[in-house]
């Protein structure tokens, strides 16, 4: 049987999950649950987790799923939980939080400048989910100032919708030669590829349509203020 702070945090996440469409936080379970730390919240969640009442999302560093909830029984049934299971509403009637978190996967480094070695998956990187929009996304670390008139600094991580295609305009992360990875404006020039720099003071760079793959466009930057 579920204990008595076990039942009261699942019904909580359940209440939050369906008024809102995002689970509480850490720091909001600890409070509605009146305990003095988060680790005792971890406890719980581990606990749920492992009776297979609650399961965390992969890829949200803040999401969680009821998987059933207990009902009390019945006086005269046996002393032991009637597990109901839950009815999923449809994904698309829940909204999405401007605080709600999405872990992405982080490939290193993008050149906006020299194209240097293509990207490799390392880490992961947390992303508010307002600044992604649909399809599936990925982040690269910039290295080089050839995109600053754009808005982008060494240092940002830009996030990259992926993508094989591009309008004209769109800053896109290019492959070049299938080794050489950059983050650049996508022009076409009769059978040629350019990508344009956002920096006066770089050439564009000019290559056979062959050589070039589109490997997505950008969707939006994350900055870091040491």
């Not at 992405?104 to 989910?129: C, Q, S």
């Not at 996304?137 to 754009?150: I, K, R, T």
């Amino acid at each position: 049987m579920l204990t008595a702070k076990q039942h009261e945090l699942l019904h909580f996440i359940q209440e939050r999950l369906d008024t809102s469409g995002i689970s509480p936080s850490f720091e909001e379970m600890k409070e509605a649950l009146g305990l003095k730390s988060k680790s005792g919240i971890h406890r719980l969640i581990s606990a749920l987790e492992e009776r297979g009442f609650l399961r965390r999302l992969p890829n949200r560093a803040r999401a969680l799923e009821v998987l059933k909830v207990p009902e009390a029984a019945k006086a005269a049934a046996p002393a032991r939980e009637n597990v109901v299971p839950l009815r999923k509403a449809p994904p698309a009637l829940k909204p999405i939080a401007a605080n709600d978190i999405i872990e992405v996967p982080l490939h290193g480094k993008i050149a906006a400048g020299v194209p240097i070695e293509a990207f490799e998956d390392h880490n992961n990187l947390a992303v508010p989910a307002a600044l992604l929009g649909s399809g599936e996304h990925y982040a690269l670390e910039v290295s080089g100032d050839s995109m600053v008139e754009a808005g982008i600094f060494d240092g940002d991580y830009a996030l990259i919708q992926k993508a094989s295609t591009a309008r004209e305009g769109d800053i896109v992360v290019a492959l070049v030669d299938g080794q050489d990875a950059t983050l650049k404006y996508f022009r076409r020039e009769g059978q040629m590829i350019r990508l344009d720099p956002a920096n006066a003071a770089y050439e564009p760079q000019r290559y056979p349509a062959d050589r070039v793959i589109v490997q997505g466009r950008l969707s939006g930057l994350l900055r870091r203020y040491h």
